[in-house]
Nanobody, 126 residues
Framework: QLQASGGGLVQAGGSLRLSCAAS????????MGWFRQAPGKEREFVAT????????YYADSVKGRFTISRDNTKNTMFLQMNSLKPEDTAVYSC?????????????????????WGQGTLVTVSS
């Protein structure tokens, strides 16, 4: 089971750090990702990190502002979000998958992930 946390209300230009913790299974050999869904919009890819390396890949809309990382000793993944914009407002969800070899083209797709956590709401005020 995955659980995302760390969301909240922040002013534009501010920062938040999201966490995704796992219970009942180790994330060590899973590729991980963050997705978000804004009100009235489809779910979109944010960032992904491989289980080995690790390698990372970001959506163009967050590149240079967001950083994905993981701590396998804590069975947790993180998303550091800086320079937040109102358009970053969304429910952020984390996901894990290992049935598909890691590549940026594969892990931007929700279908590459096996497990999903409940989301955490991020609201950025202007």
């Amino acid at each position: 089971q995955l659980q995302a946390s760390g969301g909240g209300l922040v002013q534009a230009g501010g920062s938040l750090r999201l966490s995704c913790a796992a219970s009942g299974r180790t994330l060590r050999y899973y590729n991980m990702g963050w997705f978000r869904q804004a009100p009235g919009k489809e779910r979109e890819f944010v960032a992904t990190i491989s289980w080995s390396g690790p390698y990372t890949y970001y959506a163009d809309s967050v590149k240079g502002r967001f950083t994905i990382s993981r701590d396998n000793t804590k069975n947790t993944m993180f998303l550091q979000m800086n320079s937040l914009k109102p358009e970053d407002t969304a429910v952020y969800s984390c996901a894990a998958g290992n049935s598909v070899p890691f590549s940026s083209s594969a892990y931007v797709r929700p279908l590459s992930y096996n497990y999903w956590g409940q989301g955490t709401l991020v609201t950025v005020s202007s």
